[in-house]
């Protein structure tokens, strides 16, 4: 099965945070919309492992409470809205974080990239991806 990217919950994490503090309505209201426009399409697929028991609650949350036939959700506890809040919250925190982990480590790597090809004499920005490719194969054969 193939896993849901870190950017991908971000975005959907993001989205029912939003729905869930500019929504009318009621929390359940709000909720709904949260799941029928984000959490729902959180399903297919692996989170990472960092992300699973907080997306596995969330969604075991949902199961229990949206009725989607009939376009509503049952009453939630006031400790339970908070601990959804909360875990959308660390799920949109941590995915931020990761992401912009990630970011780094990739503008650090394209500068490593950048200074061994000036050191070869070449401009990383005038090469093609072909040739981006061929000087990194070239890398990472070399004795």
Request: net charge negative.
């Amino acid at each position: 099965m193939r896993g849901i990217s870190i950017d991908y919950i971000w975005e959907k994490a993001t989205d029912a945070v939003k729905c869930l503090c500019s929504g009318n309505g009621s929390f359940e209201q709000r909720l709904y919309s949260a799941y029928i426009e984000a959490l729902i399409r959180l399903r297919p697929g692996e989170p990472p492992k960092y992300f699973a028991d907080d997306l596995k609650w969330i969604l075991e949350l949902c199961d229990h409470h949206v009725v989607v036939a009939e376009e509503k959700v049952n009453q939630i506890s006031e400790t339970d809205q908070r601990k959804l809040v909360e875990k959308l919250i660390h799920l949109v925190i941590q995915s931020s974080r990761m992401i912009a982990r990630r970011d780094e480590r990739l503008r650090f790597g394209e500068a490593q990239l950048r200074r061994l090809c000036a050191e070869r004499g070449m401009d990383w920005n005038s090469l093609t991806g072909d040739q981006r490719e061929e000087f990194v194969s070239q890398l990472l054969h070399e004795e």
